[in-house]
């Protein structure tokens, strides 16, 4: 199908950002607006090709205000929602931001959206709704049990968006990724946090004993599989996007530490979070038997990653 408005939430952010480029290079022609609250992660400096495109353009605003909402999606073909307060830290210390922007703000979104008629939506959740993972990876069906308010308040947008298609026949689409590394990532995630650290000479601290296992997914495989999920994904259905590599804090440290030979990087364990899954894994059958796969891995990225933040020390000052 060919879209010729898109509307994407979020994408002056990290992984918003690199969703945006590939819509942009998918679709050529369509008109392509952001809508951002501008916060400390989101930077102009992701979205350059936003000033010189008169067929794009930047909407300032929240979420919460239906009135914006509405008015921007009036039209729309597409709209991709990635908008969301996502940093577990902050959420223990202030998680009624969470609420607001992650379940006000995507209810908002979808009335909107219902009253306009919009053809196709996709709402990014992430793996951290099925909460902690021991044993065999979560599928799909399986029961939500978010364990922080971050995850917590991403479940709830999760049951409003399903409530949505139930009572509305709204056309949307779930995705539940894994954790998403890539340049332009704000340095309060792990992989960025760790470089500058090391950049600056500064121990690399972790939480807890660094035991904690997560996997980590490209940027561009990410947008990969959005791509097809319009092609082949089924209204309605969540769909989880996974990477084939699991790393624990500690292994994470230690391979961006060797990109810094010549220093002497320390590691600092400081205390956990009030909770700390030990361990977040999903099994994306589903999408993978429609055709995708993980075409990048973390250690062949890495070195590109750290020479981008060499680069860029003023990205985020």
């Known amino acids: 199908m060919l879209y010729k408005k898109i509307i994407i939430t979020g994408a002056a952010g990290f992984i918003g950002s690199h969703v945006y480029d590939h819509f942009a290079n ?46 921007v999606t009036n039209n729309a073909d ?6 969301a307060e996502s940093h577990v830290d902050k959420s223990f210390n202030n998680s009624i931001i ?12 979808m009335e ?13 959740s ?27 308040s991403k479940a709830a947008a999760e049951m409003i968006v399903k409530s949505y298609h139930k009572s509305f026949k709204l056309p949307v689409i779930i995705v539940r990724a894994n954790n998403i590394y890539g340049v332009r990532q704000y340095p309060e995630k792990i992989i960025p946090k760790f470089i500058l650290r090391c950049i600056e000479g500064k121990p690399l601290q972790i939480h807890g004993d660094g035991t904690n296992l997560r996997h980590y997914l490209s940027a561009i495989d990410f947008a990969c599989a959005l791509e097809l999920l319009l092609e082949k994904g089924l209204n309605g259905h969540a769909y989880n996007i ?4 699991e ?36 099994d994306d059958k589903k999408l993978r038997d429609l055709g995708w796969s993980p075409q990048r891995s973390l250690i062949e990225d890495l070195p590109d990653i750290v020479d981008w933040y060499k680069s ?4 985020f000052k």
């Open 26 to 71: 998918l679709f050529p022609r369509a008109e392509i607006t952001i809508i951002d609250k501008m916060t400390y992660a989101a930077n102009l400096k992701n979205i350059p090709s936003v000033e010189n495109n008169p067929n794009h353009k930047l909407v300032i605003g929240d979420l919460v205000d239906f009135d914006m909402c509405l008015k």
């Open 78 to 83: 597409l709209v991709i929602n990635l908008a």
């Open 98 to 109: 969470f609420s607001k922007s992650n379940e006000l703000g995507t209810h908002t979104l």
């Open 112 to 124: 909107a959206c219902k009253q306009n008629n919009v053809k196709k939506i996709i709402h990014v």
């Open 126 to 152: 992430t793996d951290e709704v099925y909460g902690e993972n021991i044993d065999k990876p979560f599928k799909e069906e399986d029961r939500l049990n978010p364990t922080n308010p971050y995850s917590a």
């Open 242 to 245: 996974a990477s084939d590599i």
């Open 247 to 282: 790393l624990s804090n500690l292994e994470v440290a230690g391979l961006i530490s060797t990109h810094f030979k010549n220093k002497n990087v320390v590691i600092e364990h400081i205390n956990n979070r009030p909770f700390n899954d030990s361990r977040y894994a999903v």
């Open 312 to 315: 860029n020390l003023e990205w």
